[in-house]
Structures are given as structure tokens and as C-alpha cells.
């Protein structure tokens, strides 16, 4: 229908040019848009507004120009005029039957859009280090990101699902050491665990695993370990300066061979669980790009030639910097420490290049909230590289907070103290969780209800979406218990006679999902989809408990099932979306 009254109106401003009111060179860009209260029609367009300035006109009366212009069409019952000049259409309630009969058609397929036609997207998120189980907060990013690709993709973008793993630097180091620690635990040497090591369960079970295998091969005597190592900070110490003097002695040690065994056993294990984890949330991705290879491959080096090419680095004590407050960045960026290593930005650097150079259209980064100021320093390095870093979106994701009815659950992955999403999956189920985390926008703060996740009431958003699509199912499995066949062809004959308000509002809903899907992908916001599933859910549950569907007039009632059955692929399709299991039983 949207695109019947789109080109009415282009048919409209066709005869104004004509007619001299407009120029000939006018190209409008104009919204079409469902009306937001049934008094003012069906849908509404903001035309009249946007060629005002250009027709020199008071919006309301180049309204009534276009008004008067507009070809007569069956499926327009009436069109009228509303504050500074938006034009309102009424549609014929026969003309939108059409949306049951191509709904029926397109099945599943129904309300997917060719406006990414073309286009390459590239989609990096969850990206969390590989140092520990995924927890809660990484979960509602990983939800959004599945979210915001599925919709991408079916709005006809060519989505590649991405996660950068961490796999070099310092906080594997710390993991690596943190393993072996608890390994010579298990040897039975007596060592004080650092303030700064990973402590979580996970850390133990790996050691324990590794003991299992290998024994006493990587013992060595906890004296020489902690032999003139700087103090730790509940002995006044530095607690930075005391694990990065255990991971060089754990270096010295092991030996680079042998400490490489704990370095890829901690890596290997974790990634995988991470991988595990992911697959049985819904979450999976076209690729599992490497720090490691990309650092090995000689790109970082590559990028920061090209930032040296390019004026844009300088030496200050003793470390190299990028100047990327020259390119809107709050100040300059170290790129490589005093100690020769380069830093995170200068991986990242290397990486965005990747990225470019890959050919992507459109480049969508999810972060979490709290790397914010980090998204200036990247879009400098993409400007310094010569790249256009409009390409680039960072999208913030607010990490979820946990509660255990009034007590907020603290999470720490150093200290260990979190929920994991695992955990957090098998409490809540994953659909709840999914329906949960995209719910809102992502840049609003989230406080997750485990009591209302798990309730069986119409007060948990999920469960009531779900026994809409099942009641759905019940009404067709109560035909069958009669010994009734729905007949499909005569329902579509009969659709006339579905005048009653609450098919008419369940009609126009389901005309909607197209243009919410569309939007829901172009705007990176599947909240918008999770609100009109809701809205779809009501309008089934006021319609079902208000009418039968299972009347004697064969007419009504197959007329009836084939709005439901619409209802019913609707549903499906959206919650197929969303990775939310449509139950046929609840």
C-alpha cells in the first residue's frame, strides 16, 4: 500500500510540474509513514512540508495542490488535509484485505525488503577477551549484534557476522599465568595467588586439566618463582608492577616452548566455551578473526608506516604517539610503549585497516558503553589512513544489570564473582533472555527481572508473544477435533466479511510489519520489532477473546482462519528473527 501511495503522489507532483508550480528539476524525498492515531486515516506523508521551500508556498496550500492533483484509486476511500500540511489517507478496508492473501503468498519470506540490495556489512560484536566465560553483560551485546545482522540481512544486505579474538597482549599473559599458577597448586608448591590474576573456577579447572595430562612437566619450585618479584598490593606493593614481574620470571622459567603450552591450552579452552556458549544462545559468525595473525601477518606494522608516511606520528618519552587529536580525538594516543610493544589502539588501528580493505560498504562495530571515548581515536586513525570513516558505526550496547530480587548481583571476571550467560540461559531459558536483551534501545540501561523472565503470566513480554502464536495453533488443532477443513480459497473470497473492529485493527497491524522490519534494520533497532510483536500479540489476544473463530457460517469462519493463519506467519517470521522459538504448545 505504501508504495501504491507513493506513486499517486509522484503521479501528483508529475502534473504540478506541469502545471508550473514546481520545477521541473524537483526531486522530492518524502516519508510515508502509518498513521499514529486511526482518526487521522491509515497513513500520512510529510510531502506537502518538504517541497514548501522549494515551491515557495505555505506547506498547507501546496498540500491542497497535491491533494487536488492526486489520480482517483479504488484503494483510496478518502484523503484529507491536518496541521501544517501533512496529507492523510484513508484506505479502503477491501483494499487492505490484499495483505492477508500476500501473506499467505510470501509466506515466510513475507515483509523481508531489497533496500540493502548490493551492499556489503560487515558486523564485529561481542569481541570480549577469551580470558573467562561469557557473563551477563557480554550477553546482551551478543543478542543485539545477532539482532542487527539477521535484520540487516533481511532488509537485503550481504552481512558477515564478526568476533575479533584478543589473542595477544597482556591480559593472555595474565591468563597464561594466572593457569599456571594454580597448576603448581596443584604440583602442591605454596604460592600467593596475585591480586591481579584471574581467580574464577574456570582458572582451577584448567590447571587441574593440565596437571592431569602433563603431570609434573611445568613444575618449577615456588622459591624461584617469587624470588625477588616485587611486592604484591596487600603488602604495599604495585600490583600491575607484581603480575607483569610473574608473567617475565613465568617466561624465564617455562621457557618459551613450554609456556606457549599454557599460553594455547588457556587460549584453546576458553575460545571454545566462548564458541559453545555462543552457538546455544542463537549466535554464530561467518568468521573468528585472530590479534595474533593479524600482528604476525605485519599489519600493524603496515599501519603505523602508513601513519609515519603520513605525518601523523611523533616520538615523546621514549614512546611513539599518534596525533589524533589533529583529527577531533580529545588528546593523542600511544601507539607503541617505551618497552618497544605496541598497544591495543595500534592492533585496532591495523584492524580497522583489515576491515577497508576487505571492501565492506558499511563497517558496524558493538561495543559496550563504557568504550565510548574510544570510537574518536578510531575514526582519527580511519581519517589518517585516507579512509572514509563515515563508513564506520560504533553502536553502544549498555551492559545489562543482574538481580537477585532486590540485591544486585556483582561481576567481576578477574575476581571470578559473575553470572555467566550460560548460567544465566539455563535459569531464564534462551528465548526469554534473547526477548529480554533487545527489548529496549541499546544505549538505555537495562536492569534484568529474573522473576518476570521466568514467569508464565501475560506480564512476561515473551511468554505473552508465544501463547499468542500457540492459541493460534490450539484454534486450528480444535478444527481438526471438529472434523471441520479450513478452505482456504473460499476464506479469500469471503474477506469482506471480517468487518468487526478488532479484525479491522489486526488487518492494519499485520499491513505494518513490512515497514517495521525495514526500519528495525536501517535504524539498528530491534526493539522497534520486539514493540510490534507486542502490539501484534495484543491485537490476536483482544480479537480471541472477543469473537469465535469456529462459527457454523463456513464463510465467516474460514474468512476468520485465514486472518489468523496471517497472524500466525507473521509471528513466525518476526520471532524467527529474533532466534525465539514460536511454540505450537504452552
Known sequence: MKQKLEALILQAIDVLKKDGILDGGVSPKFTIEHARDAQ???????????????????????????????????????????????????????????????????????????????QKVQVEFVSANPTGPLHVGHGRGAAYGSVVADLLEAAGFEVHREYYVNDAGRQMDILATSIWLRYLEECGEIIPFPVNGYRGEYIREIAAEIHKASGNEYRRPAELLIENIPVDEPQGGDKEVHIDALIERAKTLLGSGLYQDIFQVGLKTILQDIKEDLAEFGVNYQEWFSERMLMESGAVDEALSRLQQASYLYEKDGATWFASSRLGDEKDRVVVRENGQGTYFASDIAYHMNKLHRGYDRIINIWGADHHGYIPRVKAAMQALGADESKLTVLLVQFAVLYRGEEKVQMSTRSGEFVTLRQLRNEVG????????????????????????????NENPVYYVQYAYARICSVFRQLDEKNWARDLLDGMKHLALLKEEHELNLIGTLARYPEVLERSALNYEPHQLIHYLRDLATDFHTYYNAHQFLVEDSALRNARLNLISAAKQVMANGLELLKINAPEVM
Open 40 to 118: 487521522h486515516g491509515d497513513f500520512a506523508t510529510n510531502i506537502a512540508m518538504m517541497l514548501a521551500k522549494p515551491a515557495k508556498s505555505n506547506p498547507r496550500a501546496l498540500a491542497e495542490k497535491i491533494v487536488a492533483a492526486l489520480p482517483v484509486d479504488s484503494a483510496v476511500a478518502r484523503v484529507a488535509i491536518a496541521g501544517p500540511g501533512f496529507i492523510n489517507f484513508f484506505i479502503d478496508p477491501n483494499a487492505q484485505y490484499q495483505i492477508i492473501q500476500k501473506i499467505h503468498d510470501d509466506g515466510s519470506q513475507f515483509g523481508l525488503s531489497r533496500a540493502g540490495a548490493g
Open 430 to 457: 534462551k528465548d526469554a533472555a534473547r526477548f529480554f536483551y533487545v527489548m529496549r534501545r541499546s544505549e538505555q540501561h537495562m536492569d534484568f527481572d529474573l522473576k518476570l523472565a521466568t514467569s508464565r503470566t
